[in-house]
Nanobody
Framework: VQLQASGGGLVQAGGSLRLSCVASGGIFSINGMGWFRQAPGKQRELVATILSGTNTNYAASVKGRFTISRDVAKNQVYLQMNSLKPEDTGVYFC???????????????WGQGTLVTVSS
């Protein structure tokens, strides 16, 4: 399975970005998909994961501001990020696998990451 993430960029605080990730090859093995991020000097952390439309998980720091969604027919997962804050800055990674949950190490497949920079 290959994951290709896109949509990162530079945005001012309070702005919005939408990340996209498309999966290809062996997608029949995918149940859960999600987004994790890594800020400079910090460990990778959960942002949001999704199994289906209403079966989602969010980090407390993004709940109410970010929305994860999934288009199964297109093999894509999205992350709509609103009211962005400087602390949201980091490399955002798309993940997928048979697992669905909060633990990043249990996801089998990872995209290359897309950089999100939020200026104050």
């Amino acid at each position: 399975v290959q994951l290709q993430a896109s949509g990162g960029g530079l945005v001012q605080a309070g702005g919005s970005l939408r990340l996209s990730c498309v999966a290809s090859g062996g997608i029949f093995s995918i149940n859960g998909m999600g987004w994790f991020r890594q800020a400079p000097g910090k460990q990778r952390e959960l942002v949001a994961t999704i199994l289906s439309g209403t079966n989602t998980n969010y980090a407390a720091s993004v709940k109410g501001r970010f929305t994860i969604s999934r288009d199964v027919a297109k093999n894509q997962v999205y992350l709509q990020m609103n009211s962005l804050k400087p602390e949201d800055t980091g490399v955002y990674f798309c993940a997928a696998g048979q697992y669905f949950g909060l633990v990043s190490d249990r996801y089998d497949y990872w995209g290359q990451g897309t950089l999100v920079t939020v200026s104050s």
